[in-house]
């Protein structure tokens, strides 16, 4: 028995008790007569304490100890002299008897404590040590807490756990797919799933009406924080459902995690946002409705005064923040280079100052009254003592440019609590998107979106308007899960392939197989995937997903431990009849 109780375990109540422990030496300290030594396993830290009457054979083991040496000791729990409250077992430490090196260690590279002293690409390299530290291990413990929530919820409702292959071919999600060569079918290429989305429609023509799957999905995607090669989704579907049916019981689901990993409960519905009024209100699909902030257009109460800027632009909007009349020059001239950065690329800032006495201070004052920026502020919900910030540009950027700043002053004013949750649905996507560079159609969500019904007439007259019963998951200002309700009718489905520009050859020799199911009695289907690591990274209050997974790439893709990706020999390449040429520059 390499031991009798975890590092995490002991307590008063275990004084006198004779107890094997075995672990990791966090930290020795030696004090001459005494030795104290901190042992570490995942469930926490005990302190041992070598003693002037401790056997010699005991001392000598304890002189050679060094910090990550994997050790077991015996000995009997005494109390502490001084006591640790901060520790859980600070009330107790083991007197040890017998003391074994079961394994050494190198000095780690970094230190493995909360704040480590390790860069992100050292501690990427040794992942395992890094995994050592609380952080990352208590989000670990999360992110199977989540895992188990969401089994148990959706095994009480009816759902099923369905594995699908990961050797597929393209689905078309978007993002370029990872491929795999095939040897036994040379110059064929399997493509790694960006999700299980054929697949579990299939699930529903095969009569499996609630399926889920923790899966893994891989896109070639440039990276950013919030993103990684490969990702899980809890993925589901469901039969015979509207919309409705798919929000109800994923708000539930939702519900039911928040409850059980945080304790956080709403008493109230989500609220559903429409695409439309995300965009005009907030510049974005997904919102962060933890604070107000809301865009006021003020286009045509702008325009005709002869400030060419605004006179030229599509749209001018504002939003009122709040108690920032006190800004300084310099922190207004911080928000104006802020959107201007190429990332947002917004002409510049106007600002309109609400004096608390009433008066008004603006950067246009020369073009307009200080009446007519009353009626703005007023128009936007501005008070005394707030500032009113104003973009004009073409709609699409000025409204993303306005989202940025509003995020921005959030965060500056201190809105943005990450232990505060806003979560929504966005219902009412577009259909399509427009591409200028392509000059074609794309679909918002994925080719098997359906059209909301009443808007199908729309396909001949004004395809862009179309909406679809497609809804996001968004809390924060993350989207945490997005879903739709899918085509189950092979013409509509073939309408909307050509709408996207596929042939009916190129459709069917991608589709086919989805589009022969149909043949065979598909039901009405939908469904929606979350995003598992955002998901856990958004309870763990953390913005990157990385430290949620336990081997995770980094920006470039690589894994920095395994080193991969990597040359393969010439005899595999061989094998697969590949032949390789050098990379574009
Ligand atoms: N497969 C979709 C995605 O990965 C989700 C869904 O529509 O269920 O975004």
Same mark, same amino acid.
């Given at each position: ?92 430490? /083991?007197?040890?008897? $017998?003391?074994?090196? @079961?394994?050494?260690?190198?000095? #780690?590279? =970094? !230190?493995?404590? &909360? ?99 923790? /899966?893994?999905?891989? $896109?070639?995607?440039? @990276?950013?924080?919030?993103?990684? #090669?490969? =990702? !899980?989704?809890? &993925? ?350």
């Amino acid at each position: 028995m390499y031991r009798s109780h975890t590092c995490g375990q002991l307590r008063s109540r275990d004084v006198n008790t004779t107890v094997t422990l075995a672990g990791w030496v966090q930290k020795v300290r030696n004090l001459g007569a005494m030795t104290f030594i901190d042992l570490r396993d995942r469930y926490g830290i005990t302190q041992l304490v070598v003693e002037e009457h401790s056997a010699e054979e005991v001392k000598q083991t304890a002189a050679q100890l060094g910090r990550e040496f994997v050790i077991q000791a015996t000995g009997k729990v005494i109390e502490r002299a001084s006591k640790n409250p901060r520790m859980e077992t600070g009330d107790i430490e /083991v007197s040890v008897e $017998r003391l074994v090196i @079961l394994n050494r260690a190198q000095t #780690p590279p =970094f !230190t493995i404590e &909360d704040n480590s002293d390790g860069g992100d690409d050292l501690r990427m390299k040794y992942r395992y040590l890094d995994l050592r530290r609380n952080p990352l291990k208590n989000a670990m413990i999360l992110r199977h807490k989540m895992a188990q929530s969401i089994r148990t919820f959706l095994d009480s409702e009816g759902f099923l756990e369905i594995e699908t292959p990961y050797l597929i071919k393209s689905t078309p999600e978007g993002a370029r797919d990872f491929v795999v060569p095939s040897r036994m079918n040379p110059n064929e290429f399997y493509a790694l799933p960006q999700s299980p989305q054929t697949f579990k429609q299939l699930l529903m023509v095969a009569g499996y009406d609630k399926y889920f799957q923790i /899966v893994r999905c891989f $896109r070639d995607e440039d @990276l950013r924080a919030d993103r990684q #090669p490969e =990702f !899980t989704q809890i &993925d589901c579907e469901m039969s015979f459902v509207e919309q409705e049916d798919v929000l109800e019981v994923f708000e539930r689901m939702a519900k039911f995690m928040f409850k059980n990993t945080l304790g956080v409960e709403f008493d109230y519905p989500f609220r559903r946002m429409p695409w439309s009024e995300a965009m005009a209100k907030y510049g974005s699909d997904k919102p962060d409705i933890r604070f107000g902030m809301e865009f006021c257009e003020l286009t045509s109460a702008a325009q005709g005064n002869g400030f060419s800027v605004f006179d030229s632009a599509e749209y001018v909007g504002a939003i009122a923040a709040p108690g920032c009349a006190s800004y300084t020059r310099k922190q207004i001239d911080e928000l104006t280079e802020f959107i201007k950065r190429p990332q947002v690329g917004a002409k510049g800032l106007v600002w309109v100052r609400l004096e608390a006495d009433g008066s008004v201070k603006s950067s246009v004052d020369k073009f307009y009254s200080p009446d007519q920026l009353r009626k703005w502020a007023e128009m936007a919900g501005a008070r005394p003592g707030d500032m009113l910030f104003l973009v004009a540009d073409k709609r699409k950027r000025a409204l993303s440019a306005l989202c940025e700043l509003r995020l921005e002053l959030g965060e500056r004013l201190g809105l943005r609590d990450k232990s505060k949750f806003a979560p929504l649905w966005v219902v009412d996507f577009p259909l399509l998107e427009w591409d200028d560079e392509t000059q074609r159609f794309y679909a918002m969500h994925h080719p098997f979106t359906s059209p909301k019904p009443e808007d199908i007439p729309l396909f001949d007259t004004d395809p862009g308007k179309i909406r679809a019963n497609a809804y996001d998951f968004v809390v924060n200002g993350v989207e945490v899960g997005g879903g739709s309700i899918r085509i189950h009718d092979a013409q509509l489905q073939h309408r909307m392939f050509d709408i996207l520009g596929f042939t009916p050859e190129k459709a069917e020799e991608q589709f086919g197989f989805l589009m022969n199911a149909f043949k065979f009695g598909a039901p009405p289907h939908g469904g929606l995937a979350f995003g598992f690591d955002r998901f856990c990274s958004l309870f763990g209050g953390a913005d990157s997903i990385r430290d949620y997974i336990a081997f995770p790439k980094n920006n470039s893709g690589r894994d920095m431990m395994i080193d991969a990706p990597s040359p393969i020999d010439k005899a595999q390449l061989d094998e697969l009849c590949l032949t390789l040429t050098e990379p574009k520059k």
